[in-house]
């Protein structure tokens, strides 16, 4: 719409000039549409300037929040705070109490800028490489309101040696003041000349005696401050830095207290289970919500002493799930063996005599290594890295610490549990399952069949002559016997079936959605190893065979109630035949049950 007024105010002025109406159309369109391209150059210099004051206020509010102490302890000025998971609440937090802390202090500066007749108050965060403004006089407007009363104010300057007048107090940490200024680049904060005479800056320290900030006040008149004004100011800088180290304090509580939050509720998610993977999955998890980290691993003990990783979060999590290693390929074996925590702010900083993991090598710079204790043992290492260096603070550490105490105990409880688990369901001298738990299986099994229209086959197994070996050679021969065939049992079936001691020296076998046929198979496949086996007992060693009857469902039994006895029972009758017709056999109750009706 401009350019169409701009292009007929144009037509008309120019047609007054030019007989020919073409041609002052023409000229009236390139004039217009240049006038047009000057004006939107003006509204995006403008546009961009708006969004670099804005730019400038949203860094002083984040450095004010570091300068308050706002942000994670452990962070250097120039380093982003992590984002954890609860980084939203911390967030409210950090920029929460950095608007306040900005708005208190800027009341602060327009006091005594007003105690000083002066024009200006500000005070600038005095980084190592920046000088970034913080807050002045005038109170910085959020970004829906009036911003005019800092636009000209310069929110990052940088700190060069003799570069200005506030780069010189930074690097001699001395009060400077300045009666008449002869040289106006030394007032460089202001982004245009606001006629300033005279200065006066000095420097604001923390407890620890180090350079944190530099408060400085200006005026338009000369020699406008006196050694009483530089006294005001020295003593406005040390207030200035008490109110600081007080919001500095508030924000660790306000932040522990949600970190001390995410851990009652790991506490209370670790006690809700007795399941392994579930406990560690869950420490984890909730372990991201205290500290951003790149990787953290359960590294647990075997029966065998070597060493398993039972869970990994984070980076390259994928390659570590469920490797297994020796103690002494690793600084892990270090950390068992002597039940201490290893610490490393930069793991990459010196040469070490075992890697992390022996078969990867990372980038990983932070490094905490905590032992999982229960009371005299160590069963395994809480591991928690970064790839940045000195990224935990000690507080995290702590809490870290904690954590892996209290999943200490639950994965304990965990394995007790299982151990318990175990015993109720499996035979103590065969770890295949025990009776009870092998008719609860083939009734599971049977009720899945039915309703999926599948087939499940049911193997017994009986040792030959086995009291005959008890009576030569001994009980304790006969149970390395018992063994022997169980492990050739397992060896022999799929992960989907089940072996079971079934009682004495009799086993069970249930194969889930196998036919007669294909349950033969198996059979012969077992008969023919026990028969080849040679068991050592002591310093003699002897062969044994075996007999086996099986029994198909819903084929040798219907789906009538009672299928699971009767599957059982002639499981039994083709395994009686077997015996009795010479043993070492394997007899499907389909193919032999007209000679068992004779029997």
């Known amino acids: 719409m401009p350019f169409l007024i701009l292009f007929a105010i144009s037509a008309i002025i120019l047609r007054a000039f030019f007989v020919d109406a073409l041609s002052a159309l023409f000229i009236a369109a390139v004039l217009s549409l240049s006038l047009f391209i000057v004006y939107l150059y003006y509204i995006i210099i403008k546009e961009r300037a708006m969004r670099s004051r ?142 300033i005479e005279s200065f006066l800056a000095v420097p604001v320290f923390d407890k620890k005696d180090e350079l944190r900030a530099i408060l400085c006040a200006d005026s338009q008149g000369k020699d406008a401050f006196n050694p009483d004004a530089e006294r005001l100011l020295v003593f406005a800088g040390h207030s200035i830095s008490e109110f600081l180290e007080n919001v500095t304090n508030l924000r660790k509580m306000k932040i522990e207290a949600l970190e001390f939050m995410s851990f009652y509720r790991l506490s209370k998610m670790l006690a809700s289970t007795l399941k392994l993977d579930k406990i560690l999955d869950i420490a984890v998890t909730f372990s991201k919500e205290i500290v951003d980290y790149d990787m953290a691993i359960f590294i647990l003990k075997e029966e065998s002493e070597t060493l398993k990783v039972a869970a990994a979060k984070g980076f390259r999590a994928a390659e570590m799930i469920n490797k297994i290693f020796k103690p002494d390929e690793s600084i892990i074996g270090w950390v068992i063996k002597n039940s201490k925590p290893l610490f490393f702010s930069d793991f990459q900083g010196d040469k070490r005599d075992a890697p992390i993991f022996p078969w990867i090598s990372l980038p990983i710079r932070s490094l905490i290594c905590l032992p999982l204790c229960v009371k005299d043992d160590t069963i395994g290492v809480f591991l928690i890295a970064s790839k940045k260096e000195n990224f935990f603070s000690a507080y995290e550490t702590k809490i870290f610490e904690v954590i892996a105490a209290h999943t200490a105990t639950q994965i304990q409880n965990a394995m007790m549990y299982q151990q318990m688990e175990k015993m109720a369901t499996t035979d103590g001298l065969t770890g295949l399952f025990n009776h009870r738990h092998f008719q609860e ?21 009986d040792i030959d002559h086995f009291k005959k070996v008890n009576d030569t050679y001994g009980h304790p021969a006969g149970d390395k016997i018992l063994k022997g065939v169980a492990k050739i049992l397992v060896s022999s079936i799929r992960g989907v079936d089940a072996a079971a001691r079934y009682g004495g020296e ?22 023919r190893i026990m028969e080849n086996s040679k068991f050592n007992i002591g310093s003699a060693s002897i062969k044994i065979t075996g007999s086996l009857g ?39 109750f389909k193919d032999v049950s007209e000679r068992i009706e004779k029997i």
């Open 54 to 195: 804005l730019e400038g206020q949203l860094l002083s509010i984040e450095k004010s929040a570091r300068l308050g102490g706002l942000s994670d302890p452990n962070q250097d000025a120039d380093t982003p705070t992590p984002k954890s998971l609860v980084w939203g609440e911390k967030e409210k937090v950090y920029f929460g109490s950095a608007y306040e802390t900005t708005d208190s202090i800027s009341a602060q500066l327009a006091m005594l800028k007003k105690t000083l007749g002066c024009h200006n108050c500000i005070l600038f965060d005095a980084g190592e490489k920046r000088l970034i403004f913080i807050a002045n006089s005038s109170p910085i407007k959020t970004f829906g309101d009036d911003i005019s009363a800092n636009e000209d104010i310069c929110y990052e300057l940088p700190n060069e040696s003799s570069g200005s007048l506030l780069s010189w107090v930074a690097e001699h940490k001395v009060p400077l003041r300045i009666a008449h200024i002869r040289d106006k680049k030394g007032i460089n904060y202001y982004t245009r000349d606001k006629g």
């Open 441 to 461: 299986t083939l009734s599971r099994e049977l009720e899945r069949a039915e309703r999926y229209n599948e087939k499940v086959s049911l193997l017994l197994v």
């Open 506 to 527: 009799e086993f069970a076998v249930i194969l889930v959605n196998t036919d007669g046929r294909g349950a033969l198979e198996t059979a012969e496949r077992i008969r």
């Open 550 to 588: 099986i029994a198909v469902f819903p084929g040798d039994t219907g789906v009538d109630g009672g299928a699971q006895r009767l599957l059982i029972s002639r499981a039994d009758n083709a395994l009686y035949l077997a015996k009795k017709e010479g043993r070492n056999m394997a007899y499907l």
